[in-house]
Structures are given as C-alpha cells and as structure tokens.
C-alpha cells in the first residue's frame, strides 16, 4: 500500500516555496490544469492541492475551509537530523514555533504550523527512536 499525503493550501506557488525551503522538498510536477503540485524529497508523496478558503472541505456538508490555524488529529511528522537546525530552517520559510523544542528518551520533538494553519512535527531521534519507549 502506498501513502498519498495531501495538503490544502490557498496559494499554491507559496506552498511550494514554503515546503521546498522549509523541509528540502522539491517540485516534480504539476497536475489538473497546475491546481495541484507534486512534491518529493519524504517517504510519501506529497500533493499540494489548491483550494480556496471558504470552499466546502467535504462534499454534502457546510465543512469550509480555513486557513487560520486549526486542529485536527491526523498530522504530518517530518523526521530529521538535527532539529534545531531544522525549526530554525523552517521558521525563516514562514512556519511558526508553537513552543519549546521538547526533548524525550526516544528524541527531540517541536510542535508547528505552516503557513496555511496545518499542524505538523519536526522529530530527531535520539538512541534508538521509539524503541526508547518499549
């Protein structure tokens, strides 16, 4: 089985700035008439989808999309070698800091937001990653 990873945003040229400065992405291809952009550089593909706010999020419903920050409980963890270095990357790209890098047995996690109010992770594993905990 393989993940597709699909990402709303409302501008999509600053997404792909953004996800290519900020996480080492690069753009492979555009797709439906350049609505969507296809990014490399992760273990899945990511498709940046545009999308305009206020448009309906699911079909048959009055769901619309925001792009202030919100939350959800499906996020993305991006998973590097030196996490400092990584926020500190990401941060001059536009993304936000929510917080204290935090360090655990199993590595070192900082909470985030893109520009478009996506939640997600940058994680440094440290020893043996999550095996710490088992």
Not at 9 to 32: C, H, M, P, S
Not at 59 to 67: F, L, P, Q
Not at 94 to 105: H, M, N, P, Q, S
């Amino acid at each position: 089985m393989q993940i597709l990873v699909n990402i709303d945003v409302d501008d999509l040229d600053t997404a792909i700035e953004f996800y290519t400065n900020a996480l080492g992405l690069r753009l492979v291809r555009r797709l439906f008439d350049g609505s969507v952009a296809e990014m490399h550089g992760a273990s899945s593909t990511i498709h940046l989808l545009s999308k305009p706010p206020g448009s309906t999020a699911v079909s048959h419903t009055s769901v619309a999309r925001d792009y202030q920050r919100h939350w959800t409980p499906v996020h993305l963890d991006f998973t590097v070698v030196d996490v400092s270095a990584a926020v500190q990357r990401a941060v001059n790209a536009g993304a936000k800091l929510e917080g204290e890098i935090e360090t655990f047995t199993w590595g070192r996690l900082a909470t985030m937001s893109d520009p478009f109010g996506h939640g997600f992770c940058l994680l440094q594993f440290l020893g043996k990653g999550y095996d710490e905990g088992a």
